[in-house]
């Protein structure tokens, strides 16, 4: 293209295209749908947004039918002005996952492993889609991975789906994309009630340690505590491999260890959380030597994934802590460990026990408030220029197996699967904030120095 002209009409056989959005809700997701509509829409190709995620596709069987406004909808005729810049997902989301029984290479000829997948393909054919795209975290990409592999597997008669994903986390953990759209809108929510409490801790004196989102990856934390001017952040990246130990493993609800096939009991690694209490101490401490009374931590809830059961207790309910259980990925629910509390209660308590004052210490939760926030210009961009990309990656280039990727000059590439996914493991690599990295030092020089 050059100048003012228009695009030209791509040189495709594809007709239809489903999308679909997996997972958490993030800001700006309505910014990528409607960029994705709008280019296939004028480019005379129809666009299918399946409704809530993978949840009506992955049950389905030959001669069932996806019936329009129920379990889709035609995006092509919905690009109406405003879509790109509105709060929500308008093709709703779920965590469905097919691809949940598919470990390891192996399970792709297991037949009974591979069916939900092969259902979601039954669906898509059922509409002659001829493309799928997805948008999600790093498990919907490992699921749009597995869904290649089936599709690749399968006989050459049958509709061969080509499938392609779109980043998405306000975690911001994804390898092969410097920021996922909708990060810094949520960074943005953060940091305005970050500097809020600490206005407040400055007036009234108190304490506030307030968990934020971020399972593996602190970059949510990190974002909001920076932004924020907050008096510490710590990730569970920030974890020295000194301050784990291991111990058993007890299912909550019976309370019984749980075994291996050898009637070995199986162990989890925890964290001692003594060591973060002190590390809050000491910067309290160290800022009161600065004349500063104030104080706000952000804590990353990954941390609660591996806290002692008896933390754990101390957390929740024993209704709740009954109840917890992994979810369809195999991730504990650390959102319903609401650990801000209590860590805040034993930092009241080493404080009192070098000082002989008390300290009030307020535990707070953040996380889905800032999911569906209005999105920040930056995102707007950042999320259209990924929905263009999805655009032309199918459209255009003709690509499968590929993940949209955008830079920060916005220009965009295209990582394949298996430079983002460990395809022995059937796992996305992992992206966590690494310690001695510019953004993580940035942090601690912000910091009081605890000398």
């Excluded at 609660?304 to 991730?331: Q, V, W």
């Excluded at 930092?347 to 300290?359: A, F, L, P, Q, V």
Aim: hydrophobic share 35%; net charge neutral.
């Amino acid at each position: 293209m050059s100048y003012l002209a228009s695009p030209k009409l791509p040189n495709t056989k594809i007709k239809k295209v489903a999308i679909l959005f997996s997972g958490g809700p993030a800001p700006t997701a309505n910014s990528v749908i409607g960029s994705i509509a709008i280019c296939f829409a004028r480019a005379g190709i129809e666009v299918y947004g399946m409704k809530n995620g993978y949840t009506h596709l992955i049950d389905f069987k030959d001669g069932n039918k996806l019936v329009e406004n129920e379990h889709y909808i035609r995006l092509d005729k919905c690009i109406e002005e405003g879509l790109r810049t509105s709060r929500g997902i308008i093709i709703g989301t779920a965590r469905a996952n097919p691809g949940k029984l598919l470990k390891q290479p192996a399970d792709l000829t297991d037949p009974q492993k591979i069916e939900p997948l092969l259902n979601v393909h039954r669906a898509l054919k059922s509409l002659d889609i001829d493309a799928l795209i997805s948008i999600g975290g790093d498990d919907t990409l490992t699921t749009a991975a597995k869904f290649k592999l089936v599709v690749d597997n399968l006989p050459k008669t049958e509709k061969q789906i080509s499938i392609i994903h779109l980043p998405k986390t306000i975690d911001n953990d994804y390898k092969g994309i410097d920021f996922t759209f909708g990060y810094f809108t949520a960074v943005e929510m953060l940091a305005l009630e970050t500097r809020n409490l600490l206005a407040d801790s400055e007036a009234t004196g108190a304490g506030y340690i307030s968990q934020v989102m971020g399972r593996k990856a602190a970059w949510l934390a990190y974002g909001a505590a920076i932004a924020g001017e907050a008096s510490l952040v710590i990730g569970l990246e920030d974890i020295h491999k000194s301050w784990y130990y291991n111990e058993p493993i007890i299912d909550p609800e019976s309370g019984k260890e749980l075994k291996n096939e050898k009637n070995e009991t199986l162990q989890r690694n925890v964290i001692d959380i003594s060591k973060i209490v002190e590390r809050c101490v000491d910067v309290i401490q160290a800022r009161e030597k600065e004349g500063k009374n104030s104080f706000v931590a952000i804590v990353s809830e990954g941390i609660a994934e591996f806290l002692p059961l008896s933390e754990i207790r101390m957390c929740c309910s024993d209704d709740e802590y009954k109840s917890l259980k992994p979810d369809t990925f195999g991730h504990f629910p650390v959102s319903q460990l609401k650990y801000s509390s209590r860590l805040g209660r034993l930092i009241s308590d080493e404080y009192k026990k070098r000082t002989g004052k008390s300290k009030k210490m307020v535990g707070l939760q953040f996380g889905y408030e800032v999911r569906c926030n209005q999105p920040t210009a930056y995102d707007v961009i950042l999320g259209s220029q990924i929905g263009f990309g999805g655009y032309r990656a199918i459209a255009e280039l003709g690509k499968n197996g590929i993940m949209v990727s955008v830079g920060n000059t916005m220009d965009i590439t295209y990582p394949t699967f298996e430079e983002l996914i460990d395809m022995n493991k059937l796992r996305a690599y992992e992206r966590p904030i690494q310690v001695g990295s510019d953004i993580h030092n940035l942090a601690r020089y912000l910091e009081a120095w605890v000398k």
